[in-house]
């Protein structure tokens, strides 16, 4: 006897197979971050922990092409340290728009820096912008003249020049 087939179909108990999930892509290190550290930085950095300056992560130092490493602060200051060199150069911005330098062994003389460039009053070169104190002060030690004193001044001036001869060969 022969088996009848059946067109009918069998419930399976297995899971149908679906396509194989992807899988997460790797996290990427962003470009910015340094591949590693290097020694200059780590020496500026115990350096200036040793320095007692505010402290620096050792990634906030930037290594310059010149072997010197560079860390700036929030209010514009910029520190240098050299290898092999004892202390710090600072630059520290005063108001005027030139920027000072001094060298630097501890966090006092840093703070003593930064406020000798904040109270700067030297011109640098740049002509002098008034605030209003020192306007107020200014027009108080003018005196204010009329238009026939300035005349009479003119005058007066004028009188005074006579004019010279040429000196003779």
């Known amino acids: 006897m022969s088996r009848k087939s059946s067109t009918k179909q069998r419930p399976s108990s297995a899971p149908k197979k679906t396509a194989a999930p992807t899988r997460a892509a790797l996290p ?3 470009h910015t971050s340094p591949e590693f550290i290097t020694e200059h930085q780590i020496r500026a950095a115990y350096a200036a922990r040793l320095a007692e300056l505010p402290l ?20 514009g200051t910029t520190l240098t340290h050299t290898p092999n060199t004892p202390g710090f150069d600072a630059l520290t911005p005063c108001p005027n728009g030139a ?3 001094h060298h630097i062994a501890n966090g006092h003389e840093l703070r003593h820096a930064a406020a000798a460039a904040a109270h700067c009053t030297q011109l640098h070169g740049r002509p ?6 020192q306007a107020a002060t200014t ?4 005196q204010a003249l009329t ?14 020049e006579t004019p010279k001869e040429h000196p003779q060969p």
């Open 99 to 101: 920027t000072h330098h």
């Open 128 to 133: 002098r912008t008034l605030t209003l104190a």
């Open 28 to 30: 990427v290190r962003p």
């Open 139 to 142: 027009t108080a030690d003018t």
């Open 56 to 75: 620096i992560p050792i990634t906030a130092w930037t290594p310059q092409p010149d072997g010197t490493v560079r860390a700036h602060f929030p209010s």
């Open 147 to 160: 238009r026939n004193d300035i005349a009479t001044g003119l005058a007066n001036r004028a009188a005074d």
